[in-house]
């Protein structure tokens, strides 16, 4: 939506991420890869002297966390993450 109400613009993303980090000094593993999907909601700030932006995300970890169940997470900030 390219203007709703005179105050802001609505756009979506959809993404996936891999990522994984070792320790100096150790050999990579990458069956240790982790990675997760997922969607948002982007909403421009039109009238912002800066063109703020508000980012509204959910994802989906495809491998479980030992360290933490939750699999969905939610996500809200500002601006864009790259």
Do not use: C
Not at 15 to 44: H, I, N, Q, T
Request: proline share 2%.
């Amino acid at each position: 939506i390219d203007e709703a109400f005179n105050l802001l613009a609505v756009g979506g993303a959809v993404f996936a991420d891999s990522g994984y980090a070792w320790p100096a000094g150790r050999p990579v593993a990458l069956s240790k890869m982790r990675s997760e999907v997922g969607a948002g909601l982007r909403f421009g700030l039109t009238r912002s002297s800066n063109e703020v932006v508000l980012r509204l995300d959910v994802t989906y970890r495809l491998e479980a966390d030992e360290r933490d169940s939750a699999r969905w997470v939610f996500t809200f900030g500002s601006g864009q993450a790259f």
